[in-house]
RNA sequence: UCCCUAGUAGCUCAGCUGGUUAGAGCACAUGACUGUUAAUCAUGGGGUCCCUGGUUCGAGUCCAGGCUGGGGAGCCA
């Protein structure tokens, strides 16, 4: 048992007539009188009441936003309107002050630029606290769904000695010293003599050692931290960010639609269940946000209602043939709107997928069948030899949320992808392995987990959802 | 990386076709009030107008370059 009840214990517990010890955060002193505190472990805010003349001045003088204080007293029934429970102070300590003209986090709106640069104080904001419990909940219920089902969580490296996954650009890890590096006898710089004895790199993906897991455990999925050098720049984009990636054996490009459909539509539901406040308070958040926006740009629909709207609706399903008829009927493609071309073969831009989801459908799609130009060596074939088991899931607001495929087990139609891709089959002669030695059919996907938090908390930049965001140029805290 | 856009008080912003001493709300300080809900009322302090250079009698305002933030695109999750 804690020392002292969380306040959200106690607006659980509601121990009205008891002595209770409560410490937190200042967020209002009101009337010399009434102290809002806050300890994170909910939204809600607990009244502290303490009578003026039982301080001295200069303790109530530190009693300011930010300040960390601890109250004993009684836990009684709110006299006043916005609270059903207060605490009447006996005892008031000052644990920590924070000295209002220097504390930049104040009662106020604040733009969430400005709270960026705060990074490291701006988890006291409702906004952050809220986003932050909602993070946590979605990670449990990451776990939960696969562990429910059957699924073993898999550790795949961070370190990768793979540099043919072909997922973006890579960071370089290295315990050589930069500024004088040792050399071969040709002036290259000599890896050899590297840490690992070769070249290593931040990973892009657990997928490809989740397929080897795959093809041992039955069902695996990773979790864990990714990275991408590109310079991208963009509300969408992190350096350093975290993915699920489940990966199936026995299972073909319909199972992995039904599996990734079944997942999302469980993580949102257990935020729904699990994190009512918070979301209750983000949905009045955007809504007020929204009032500065010009209507185009508003949301169509409140933030709960959405979240209800993709766990009560089945995904939409189209192959991407389908989607681009789709699109080349539009009126939208007629009256040339579109900025980029349509036609069979395109990768779909942002553009088309935005047009599809959200004024076409206007619901989450999964779109299947892509040219095996465009997409991963990985990805098996069809029949047809034109297009490949690939599906995207894309849904309003946010875009591509979910990229899978059905993987290509035949070895030599593997061996023939990596010829046409460019890729040494000797860098990947174990992930080729698998496909000698007791090769089946499997599937998988990667989900972005940010771009997870941010459809169910409507927050509209990935660097509002992880608490210390990477991106090109900003590794701060 | 490309395109667009912004930078004025601690925060959010206003500042017209260049023209006296650069404004408001919030925050802060002091006082009043005391069952308040981002309390209220009064008074007060607070500025490298992002930086550098230029045009001009005169630049927060116009021009050029740079820095930083934001939006969009590409790449992708």
Known sequence: MPKHPSILELFNDKPIGTNVLVKGWVRTFRNDQFITVTDGSTIKTLQIVIKKEEHDEEKLKKIQTGACISAK??????????????????????????????????????????????????????????????????????????????????HSPIITGSDAEGAGEMFKVTTLDIQNPPRTENGEVDLSQDFFGKPTNLTVSGQLEAELAALALGKVYTFGPTFRAENSNTSRHLAEFWMIEPEVAFN?????????????????????????EDLEF??????????????????????????????????????????????????????????????????????????????????????????????????????????????????????????GSQREERLENLIAKCEQFNIPQDHLWWYLETRKFGTCEHAGFGLGFERLIMYVTGMQNIRDVIPFPRTPQNAEF
């Not at 073909?252 to 009512?276: G, P, S, T, V």
């Open 73 to 154: 007293g009684l836990l009684e029934k709110s006299l006043g309107k916005g609270q059903d429970i207060e605490l009447i102070c006996e005892e008031l300590v000052i644990l920590g002050e924070s000295d209002p003209n220097e504390f930049p986090i104040q009662m106020k709106r604040h733009t969430m630029e400005f709270l960026r640069e705060k990074a490291h104080l701006r988890f006291r904001t409702n906004t952050f606290g809220s986003v932050f419990r909602i993070r946590h909940h979605l990670a449990f219920a990451v776990h939960k769904f696969f562990n429910d089902r059957g699924f073993f969580n898999l």
């Open 252 to 276: 073909d490009i319909f199972d992995n639609m039904d599996l990734a459909e079944e997942f999302l539509q469980f993580c949102i539901k257990y935020a729904l269940e699990n994190c009512r």
């Open 282 to 403: 983000l949905q009045e958040r955007e809504a007020n946000e929204d009032k500065l926006k010009p209507v185009d740009d508003r949301q169509s629909m409140p933030l709960i209602q959405r979240l209800e709207f993709v766990t009560n609706n089945k995904f939409e399903r189209i192959t991407y043939s389908e989607a681009i008829d789709i699109l080349l009927n539009s009126n939208h493609y007629k009256k040339k709107k579109f900025k980029f071309n349509v036609e069979w073969g395109i990768d779909l831009q942002s553009e088309h997928e935005r047009y599809l989801v959200e004024k076409h459908f206007q619901k989450p799609v999964i779109i299947t069948g892509y040219p095996a130009a465009i997409k991963a060596f990985y990805m098996r074939m069809n029949e047809d030899g034109k297009t490949v088991a690939a599906m995207d899931i894309l849904v309003p607001g946010i875009g591509e949320i979910i990229g």
